[in-house]
Structure formats: C-alpha cells, structure tokens
C-alpha cells in the first residue's frame, strides 16, 4: 500500500525559506511531485521528479526558488523553497504516479496517490 506522509511546513515570513519532506512508503518507481491548493484556488503543479532523481520540472512560479530532490535511500522526497512570498501560502502535497511512461507533468489529474497535506503560510 503506497503512503505518502508529508512534513516541515509552518510559519515563514516573506523572504523566509522552508524545506518540506515527504515519506514515501509501498512505492518504488515512476513520477513524484509537489502540487499546492491555497483557498479557493484549484490545486497547482510546484514540481515534479523523475524516478531516478536526475529530471526535474518546475512551475514558473517556481523556478530559481524552488528545488525538487529525493533520497532514495531514505524514500523521502524534498521541496526546498527559497525566497518565500505571501503568494506561495497554500496546502502542500506531494504526489505519486507510477504509470507515466514520461515524467514531467503537472496536471494534478495524472497522479494517483497523494499525501494529507502540510499547510506553508508566508506572511509579509
């Protein structure tokens, strides 16, 4: 059974930096990422990781600020995120999908196993 248990978010001030962690248990190969749901918005790509840690893809949103890594010795996946601002506020997910023949997507509907959630809140 694939769990995916999700850690490290809090309270940050803008400019602030957060790194979030995300235990990976039953779940060996294919596509992982980090997606985001602030209120009231529809949930969005951060990030996203190939299997073998060496292809990443980011949002616009994220890219310079943002990394995407995972240990496979541990089975955890990161999201470093640098230079925080109150628009990066929402629930952080990460996600798994072990069918894609190509990794790289974005679309919350292409992933198949999802943690609870750690809320980041980035205040100015």
């Known amino acids: 059974q694939v769990q995916l248990v999700e850690s490290g978010g809090g309270s940050v001030q803008a400019g602030g930096s957060l790194r979030l962690s995300c235990a990976v248990s039953?779940?060996?190969?294919?596509?992982m990422a980090w997606f985001r749901q602030a209120p009231a918005k529809e949930r969005e790509g951060v990030a996203s990781?190939?299997?073998?840690?060496?292809?990443?893809y980011y949002a616009d949103s994220a890219k310079g600020r943002f990394t995407i890594s995972q240990d496979n010795a541990e089975s955890t996946l990161y999201l470093q995120m640098n230079s925080l601002n109150h628009g990066d506020t929402a629930m952080y997910y990460c996600?798994?999908?072990?069918?894609?023949?190509?990794?790289?997507?974005?679309?919350?509907?292409?992933?198949?196993?999802w943690g609870q959630g750690t809320q980041v809140t980035v205040s100015s």
């Open positions: 039953g779940y060996r190969r294919g596509c």
């Open positions: 990781i190939d299997t073998g840690g060496s292809v990443t």
């Open positions: 996600a798994a999908n072990p069918f894609a023949i190509r990794c790289g997507s974005l679309n919350f509907a292409d992933y198949t196993y």
